[in-house]
């Protein structure tokens, strides 16, 4: 690996780490003391993990806004244990904290982000509210355009119903739509390396073909295959 690409590896890793044992983000001065660089070069390490999309920094200054699955602000998405809570960014990304976490948890919501409050328990590895649905609007390979909103618009429904009127009501387009339980087992790979000091970003053929081993095969999930990371 290349001296950028290790760093990212090491960046995100000490990031990720830090959010799992305190539940917020350790800001510059802390990563200048984990890295044991300096401030001006850990700066330049946070944007080009953010370059790489491993990253999101705050518009005005460097610090860490999101890095997925995890949001440092709040959000729809609270997932809770025994010991802590986190804002996910989305239902996926929710989902994905609970596969890193890696232990019995509970994620709030609310019904497309303007409905009742819903719990969803995940106890031994198994959600005990499987009747749920996700909504994928925007297509993965426009993700990345905008990723705080596409992430804000991937929410919880009850029934496809739901999301028939929710589409109409917002005049957002319908996209894909996949039981929890899917999500769920995709989730626990998708998410399941990032907790990895040696951790790097899925391919696009790699994403392409994870996506196809759970059944995401709708136009929603189409990337093209090439040399970037997803």
């Given at each position: 690996?290349?001296?950028?690409?290790?760093?990212?590896?090491?960046?995100?890793y000490?990031?990720?780490?830090?959010?799992?044992?305190?539940?917020?983000?350790?800001?510059?001065?802390?990563?200048?003391?984990?890295?044991?660089?300096?401030?001006e070069?850990?700066?330049?390490?946070?944007?080009?993990?953010?370059e790489?999309h491993?990253?999101?920094?705050?518009?005005?200054s460097?610090?860490?806004?999101?890095?997925h699955?995890?949001?440092?602000?709040?959000?729809?998405?609270l997932?809770?244990?025994?010991?802590?809570?986190?804002?996910?960014?989305?239902?996926w990304?929710?989902?994905?904290?609970?596969?890193?976490?890696?232990?019995?948890?509970?994620i709030?919501?609310?019904i497309?982000?303007?409905?009742?409050?819903?719990?969803?328990h995940?106890?031994?590895?198994?959600?005990?509210?499987?009747?749920?649905?996700i909504?994928?609007?925007?297509?993965m390979?426009?993700?990345w355009?905008n990723?705080?909103y596409?992430?804000?618009?991937?929410?919880?429904?009850?029934?496809?119903?739901?999301i028939?009127?929710?589409?109409?009501?917002?005049?957002?387009p319908?996209?894909?739509?996949?039981?929890i339980?899917?999500?769920?087992?995709?989730?626990k790979?998708?998410?399941?390396?990032?907790?990895?000091?040696?951790?790097?970003?899925?391919?696009?053929?790699e994403?392409?073909?994870?996506?196809?081993?759970?059944?995401?095969?709708?136009?929603?999930?189409?990337?093209?295959?090439?040399?970037?990371?997803?």
């Amino acid at each position: 690996m290349t001296n950028i690409s290790s760093l990212n590896s090491t960046l995100h890793y000490e990031i990720v780490k830090h959010i799992v044992e305190k539940g917020y983000a350790p800001k510059v001065k802390e990563l200048v003391d984990l890295l044991r660089i300096s401030e001006e070069d850990t700066i330049t390490a946070l944007k080009n993990l953010q370059e790489y999309h491993g990253v999101v920094l705050h518009p005005k200054s460097h610090e860490v806004w999101v890095i997925h699955p995890f949001s440092l602000a709040p959000t729809n998405f609270l997932v809770s244990s025994a010991s802590g809570e986190w804002w996910g960014n989305c239902a996926w990304c929710s989902l994905g904290v609970a596969a890193l976490l890696n232990q019995d948890v509970t994620i709030r919501t609310t019904i497309g982000a303007n409905g009742h409050q819903v719990s969803i328990h995940i106890r031994d590895g198994k959600i005990v509210e499987p009747d749920y649905y996700i909504h994928f609007p925007i297509p993965m390979q426009n993700a990345w355009d905008n990723v705080i909103y596409t992430c804000s618009t991937m929410l919880l429904f009850e029934n496809e119903h739901q999301i028939d009127t929710w589409c109409r009501r917002h005049n957002i387009p319908k996209g894909d739509v996949q039981p929890i339980q899917q999500i769920w087992e995709f989730s626990k790979t998708w998410y399941g390396n990032h907790l990895n000091p040696d951790w790097t970003k899925w391919t696009a053929e790699e994403a392409a073909q994870i996506f196809e081993k759970f059944g995401l095969v709708s136009e929603t999930w189409k990337i093209p295959v090439s040399d970037t990371r997803f």
